[in-house]
């Protein structure tokens, strides 16, 4: 079998190869599958003043912010919003189409609530890939860390982490 375009058929690992069992990690404690709490995480000191897990899903019709601004989408899918558990928005006084407040230690962004019960209790989700401008106010981006996990840097996928954000939501 030829190979493609003549050029070394190698990833950048230490053995070229990919690697199911990667034996630099262990000193992370990744030799097995475990659990490891989160950095941030809703039994964390952070979670009473922030009590909600932010997530920042793809969204089904753009690739990250590609196509974000391409009129025949944006009429079934306009703005950014904020999808909230009716049983979080209920305490907090927000119904759909209210603007709210989401917000950490680091920032802050506004954006219309969308109530859903496919999302968890405790959980809310703003779509990921929108542009600055189509933001009310502030941007998905100013809620994030920049922590990388030590285990993503030995296999070559470091990476900021999106699903360990806490926040705190409220209206307007």
């Known amino acids: 079998m030829a ?11 230490p053995t070229g190869r990919i690697e199911f069992y990667v034996e630099r990690i262990k000193q992370f404690g990744q030799e097995l599958p475990i ?19 932010l997530l920042s899903t793809h969204p089904s019709n753009r690739v990250h912010s590609t196509l974000a601004n391409i009129p025949s989408l944006l009429k079934s899918d306009p703005e950014p919003t904020l999808e909230i558990n009716p049983v979080d928005a209920k305490p907090r006084d927000i119904s759909g189409g209210d603007v709210v407040r989401v917000f950490n230690g680091r920032g802050q962004v506004k954006v219309r609530a969308k109530l859903s019960q ?55």
């Open 3 to 13: 190979k493609p375009l003549d050029r070394p058929q190698q990833l950048a690992t």
């Open 35 to 53: 659990y490891i709490e989160p950095l941030e995480s809703a039994r964390s000191e952070k979670a009473k003043s922030y009590p909600l897990s």
């Open 118 to 172: 496919g999302i968890k209790p405790g959980v809310v989700n703003i779509i990921e890939g929108w542009w600055p401008e189509q933001y009310i106010e502030g941007h998905l981006n100013q809620l994030t860390h920049d922590e990388i996990n030590p285990v993503q840097q030995h296999i070559l996928q470091a990476n900021a982490a999106f699903y360990d954000v806490l926040v705190e939501v409220e209206k307007g």
